[in-house]
């Protein structure tokens, strides 16, 4: 009857203990960048490698900070590029995908530090290059960033 009873209020002390304890938020959500325009403040996380990009990709959205995640490999980099400087077809020409870092864009949470997330980053993933990207309250001639960080899609 004692070893019953040490039992029950084991498993008793193990549901409280299981109940007690605060939930884990899951990873934030990782996509590719294509078709998305951030605007709000994120952090840019660059690699030499694709591989390498998408191995820490994870790792970066398991932090709790962090809203949203996205990816971008460096053919789709050298694609943007490409869009980005048409109008310069000679710079175009030098620039190759090889030549273009794999990246990882980091959307914090609403009121995270991106400056304190930045610097964890650096710590957490020696190699990479980290990029703070802070938009001022006002940019003259376009409308204020909406919210989430993100521009509607056009």
Known sequence: MRALGTLVVGAALAACTV?????????APTVPLAGHDLCGDHVG???DTDEEMHRRAAAVAADDRVRQVYTET????????????????????LASPEALPAGLQVLPLAGADVRALADDLRQEHPGARIEVFVRPPFVPGQPPCPPNGLWPTR
Do not use: C, I, N, T
């Open 45 to 47: 996380v660059f690699f």
């Open 19 to 27: 109940q007690g304890s605060a939930p884990q938020r899951p990873p």
């Open 74 to 93: 460096k053919e789709q980099a050298y694609v943007q590029f490409k869009e980005m400087f048409a109008d310069d077809p000679h710079l175009v020409e």
